[in-house]
C-alpha cells in the first residue's frame, strides 16, 4: 500500500461505488465532447482514481462539480501529452455520426465555432459546462472555484461576448 494511503472502509468503499454508477455517463459525456472519444473512458477513470485516492476532500454535497472540475485539469494534462484531433476532424465515425446528434453538430458548426474560438479560453470552459453540463449557480461556482455570484457574472459575462462574437461573423 502506498505511504499515506489508509485501508478503505466499507462506507467509502459503497460511497465510491454509487458516484462511479451516478457520474460514468456524465464524465465520459464530457470528455467525448472536447477530445477524442476514444480516450473518453480512459479519461474518466483516470478522474475517478484520483477521487478514490482524495475521497476525504471530495464534497459530498457537490460531487460532480469536482469531479467536472478535476476532469478539466485531467484534460488540460491530456491534451499536453498528446497531439489533439483538428477541431474539423471528427473523432472516429465521420461525419453522419455528427448529423445524427445536435450537440456535435452545433460543435462542427463553422460560425459557432469561429464564435466560440474567439471569446477565449474561460468563456469557453464556462459555456460548454453550462450548455452541455447544465451547470449553473452553485455547481459552476465549485467548478470554478470561484464564489456563485461570481459565477453568475462569468456566466453573463461569457454569454454577452459569445453574441458579440457570432453577431460579428454574421454580419456579410
Same mark, same amino acid.
Given at each position: 500500500m502506498p505511504e499515506g494511503d489508509s485501508p478503505a472502509t466499507s462506507v467509502e468503499v459503497?460511497?465510491?461505488?454509487?458516484?462511479?454508477?451516478?457520474?460514468?455517463a456524465a464524465l465520459v459525456r464530457y470528455f467525448a465532447r472536447r477530445g477524442p472519444r476514444q480516450d473518453a473512458e480512459d479519461l474518466a477513470a483516470e478522474v475517478f482514481a484520483i477521487a478514490w485516492r482524495g475521497r476525504?476532500?471530495?464534497p459530498t454535497e457537490?460531487?460532480?462539480?469536482?469531479?467536472?472540475?478535476?476532469?478539466?485539469?485531467?484534460?488540460?494534462?491530456?491534451?499536453?501529452?498528446?497531439?489533439?484531433?483538428?477541431? +474539423?476532424?471528427?473523432?472516429?465515425? @465521420?461525419?453522419? &455520426?455528427?448529423?445524427? $446528434?445536435?450537440? /456535435? #453538430?452545433?460543435?462542427?458548426?463553422?460560425?459557432l465555432r469561429g464564435a466560440l474560438a474567439s471569446v477565449g479560453e474561460r468563456d469557453r470552459r464556462i459555456l460548454l459546462l453550462h450548455a452541455w453540463e447544465g451547470?449553473?449557480?452553485? +455547481?459552476?461556482?465549485?467548478?470554478? @472555484?470561484?464564489s &456563485?455570484?461570481?459565477? $453568475?457574472?462569468? /456566466? #453573463?459575462?461569457?454569454?454577452?461576448?459569445?453574441r458579440d462574437a457570432w453577431g460579428e461573423r454574421l454580419v456579410f
Open positions: 459503497a460511497w465510491f461505488t454509487a458516484v462511479v454508477h451516478e457520474h460514468s476525504a476532500d471530495v457537490a460531487v460532480l462539480p469536482w469531479l467536472y472540475r478535476t476532469a478539466g485539469f485531467v484534460l488540460a494534462n491530456h491534451r499536453r501529452k498528446h497531439i489533439d484531433l483538428p477541431v +474539423e476532424t471528427v473523432p472516429e465515425s @465521420g461525419e453522419a &455520426r455528427v448529423a445524427d $446528434d445536435p450537440e /456535435l #453538430s452545433a460543435l462542427f458548426d463553422a460560425e451547470l449553473d449557480g452553485a +455547481e459552476l461556482a465549485e467548478v470554478l @472555484g470561484i &456563485r455570484s461570481g459565477a $453568475d457574472a462569468a /456566466l #453573463s459575462r461569457a454569454r454577452k461576448r459569445l
